[in-house]
């Protein structure tokens, strides 16, 4: 970037190359998890976990299934109700989600895993994730208002094991602050 800097289009490059190194510099040292592996015969989620940490200076770990479903059960039952109430607030809600509905279990249970998962990450560091659908392993429903909600507030997100798009989202969203 070169020119006065006061002149319009040096500081519209200025603002360009500061947002790229605020997403550089947040993926140094990064930790991404990856809940399960790929999505069996899907090759495009598949990479090299090693040279990325090395070239881009994140790191790329997995865990099962069964170490978030672990902590989506130590989830209480004051802190679901609470999400489930917010979900009310903040969302049209179908009428058979809602409290008194016939499926609002559903709701609760989307609450729990949320809580459980942002625990997970939260508790482990991380910047982003990538899950799954093949191998539930005691999840009752995918993550998906989780998810949502999660990529909201910057986390990074790959569906089906692409940890390489969970490490750009993140990028992107620390870049676009």
């Given at each position: 970037?070169?020119?006065?800097?006061?002149?319009?289009?040096?500081?519209q490059q200025l603002q360009v190359w500061m947002r790229a190194a605020c997403g550089w510099h947040d993926l140094q040292?990064?930790?991404?998890?990856?809940?399960?592996?790929?999505?069996?015969?899907?090759?495009?989620?598949?990479?090299?976990?090693?040279?990325?940490?090395?070239?881009?200076?994140?790191?790329?770990?997995?865990?099962?299934?069964?170490?978030?479903?672990?902590?989506?059960?130590?989830?209480?039952?004051?802190?679901?109700?609470?999400?489930?109430?917010?979900?009310?607030?903040?969302?049209?809600?179908?009428?058979?989600?809602?409290?008194?509905?016939?499926?609002?279990?559903?709701?609760?249970?989307?609450?729990?895993?949320?809580?459980?998962?942002?625990?997970?990450?939260?508790?482990?560091?991380f910047k982003g994730f990538t899950d799954t659908f093949e191998d539930l392993h005691g999840l009752i429903q995918l993550?998906?208002?989780?998810?949502?909600?999660?990529?909201?507030?910057?986390?990074?997100?790959?569906?089906?094991?692409?940890?390489?798009?969970?490490?750009?989202?993140?990028?992107?969203?620390?870049?676009?602050?």
């Amino acid at each position: 970037v070169d020119g006065h800097w006061q002149d319009k289009k040096v500081l519209q490059q200025l603002q360009v190359w500061m947002r790229a190194a605020c997403g550089w510099h947040d993926l140094q040292k990064a930790k991404f998890c990856r809940f399960g592996d790929n999505m069996r015969d899907v090759a495009v989620t598949e990479g090299d976990k090693v040279e990325a940490e090395i070239k881009f200076g994140y790191s790329v770990n997995g865990y099962g299934i069964g170490d978030l479903v672990e902590g989506i059960n130590d989830v209480s039952d004051t802190e679901t109700q609470r999400i489930a109430s917010e979900y009310e607030e903040k969302y049209d809600v179908s009428p058979v989600l809602r409290r008194g509905g016939e499926r609002y279990q559903a709701l609760l249970d989307a609450a729990r895993t949320e809580i459980g998962l942002r625990t997970f990450l939260t508790d482990g560091s991380f910047k982003g994730f990538t899950d799954t659908f093949e191998d539930l392993h005691g999840l009752i429903q995918l993550p998906g208002i989780a998810v949502q909600r999660l990529m909201a507030e910057g986390y990074g997100f790959g569906a089906e094991g692409d940890w390489k798009t969970a490490a750009l989202v993140r990028a992107m969203k620390v870049m676009g602050r």
